[in-house]
């Protein structure tokens, strides 16, 4: 899986945050993301090298 990093607008305060894959938290106002906001699908269990 690639990982990008990706910057847009928070949602609440408008303030620049960046992130992994469209994933964040913001620093200023503390807003987090919904996992499923993602671009891209989060890996498995079955892919982490300690399955």
């Known amino acids: 899986m690639d990982a990008e ?3 847009m ?3 609440d305060c408008g303030a620049a945050v960046s992130g992994l894959n469209g994933r964040y938290a913001c ?3 503390g807003r987090v993301n919904h996992w ?3 671009s891209n699908k989060l890996p498995t ?3 982490s090298a300690d399955a």
């Open 9 to 11: 607008p928070c949602r």
């Open 5 to 7: 990093i990706t910057t």
């Open 27 to 29: 620093g200023l106002c």
């Open 45 to 47: 269990a079955e892919d």
């Open 36 to 38: 499923s906001e993602g």
